[in-house]
T-cell receptor, first 111, second 115 residues
Framework: TQLLEQSPQFLSIQEGENLTVYCNSS?????LQWYRQEPGEGPVLLVT?????EVKKLKRLTFQFGDARKDSSLHITAAQPGDTGLYLC???????????FGAGTTVTVRA | SQTIHQWPATLVQPVGSPLSLECTVE??????LYWYRQAAGRGLQLLFY??????ISSEVPQNLSASRPQDRQFILSSKKLLLSDSGFYLC??????????????FGPGTRLLVL
């Protein structure tokens, strides 16, 4: 059973459109990470959020951590083909050495 | 700066053969180390993690094992591979201690195909 539920599982959009990926849980996390992974490579960290309600921006990507630290969202503005990849969220619990990963959202941006 | 290496990058092995995948980390001491397996296009399944030399925690029962002979070396092994062991194996580390240290950094992965 996934502790973190990601939605949607697949997302295909046209270049220039906006998209949002959601990561939800019934558990509270001390921090939450977002990764992007391209085929045949390891996941690459995009951002870590640690404060409830926190919003971080990375160029066209906006990450939000829910007030209760149970959920997060990733919004991409004016998506480009280079944004194509598997987006993974992962939650950390204080004192636990392990991360809980979502199942991932596969994003395809068509030129 | 910290870096993480995995090898080999790709491996094709017959059923019943042994396996040894290696992961090394540079630029940090006493990292927490992790082995994951990933099905195509899907999330990560944690296999093993280690918080120190000789300390291994197993997350799922299977025919794989892990060892940490040195502080920054993590090895994934099997005595006899099964077809179901095929997959993409990822090693990761974090520096431990404090909330921001929970972030994990991943190696490039090893693609294993068991025939």
């Amino acid at each position: 059973t996934q502790l973190l539920e990601q939605s949607p599982q697949f997302l295909s959009i046209q270049e220039g459109e906006n998209l949002t990926v959601y990561c939800n849980s019934s558990s509270v996390f001390s921090s939450l990470q977002w990764y992007r992974q391209e085929p045949g490579e390891g996941p690459v960290l995009l951002v870590t959020v640690v404060t409830g309600g926190e919003v971080k921006k990375l160029k066209r990507l906006t990450f939000q951590f829910g007030d209760a630290r149970k959920d997060s969202s990733l919004h991409i503005t004016a998506a480009q083909p280079g944004d194509t990849g598997l987006y993974l969220c992962a939650g950390a619990t204080m004192g636990d050495y392990k991360l809980s990963f979502g199942a991932g959202t596969t994003v395809t941006v068509r030129a | 700066s910290q870096t993480i290496h995995q090898w080999p990058a790709t491996l094709v092995q017959p059923v019943g053969s042994p396996l040894s995948l290696e992961c090394t980390v540079e630029g940090t001491s006493n990292p927490n180390l992790y082995w994951y397996r990933q099905a195509a296009g899907r999330g990560l399944q944690l296999l093993f993690y280690s918080v120190g030399i000789g300390q291994i925690s197993s997350e799922v029962p299977q025919n794989l094992s892990a060892s940490r002979p040195q502080d920054r070396q993590f090895i994934l092994s099997s005595k006899k591979l099964l077809l179901s062991d095929s997959g993409f194996y990822l090693c990761a580390y974090n520096r431990g201690g404090g909330m921001l240290q929970e972030t994990q950094y991943f190696g490039p992965g090893t693609r294993l195909l068991v025939l």
